[in-house]
């Protein structure tokens, strides 16, 4: 367990020093969460170690989430002062997550019918 949390906190702490040293607007961790993402690919997936430690991550995920609800409550006034700009930031994002979701599965689908027909005439 503890090879496997030491291998995602340094693809986080790769994903940050990318970030910062490059000044890029996306958080060091969601870099790190794809770097670590393209190496399991390469790799041809996780470990069972690192399945096991995710699956245990996973479990405790609430625990997460407590420093965020901390950092909310700490920012309350910005978050009044500027509840509208941020609601139709969340709105509009959503909106569009869910629709180019939506667009890519029903691409997948007809992809996926339309190499089921190919193979089925072969």
Do not use: C, K, N, Y
Not at 23 to 32: A, D, E, I, M, S
Not at 105 to 115: M, V
């Amino acid at each position: 367990m503890l090879a496997a949390l030491t291998q995602i906190l340094l693809f986080q702490l790769t994903g940050e020093i990318i970030s910062r040293g490059l000044g890029l607007p996306v958080p060091g961790p969601v870099l790190g969460l794809l770097l670590l993402f393209l190496f399991l690919l390469l790799r041809g997936g996780p470990s069972p170690e690192l399945q096991q430690t995710a699956q245990q991550l996973l479990q405790h995920l609430s625990l997460l989430f407590v420093p965020a609800g901390t950092g909310i409550l700490l920012h309350i006034s910005t978050l009044e002062r500027e509840w509208l700009p941020i609601t139709v930031a969340m709105v509009v994002s959503t909106l569009l997550a869910m629709s180019v979701t939506a667009l890519t599965i029903q691409f997948l689908a007809r992809r996926q019918t339309r190499s089921d027909s190919g193979s089925a005439m072969s």
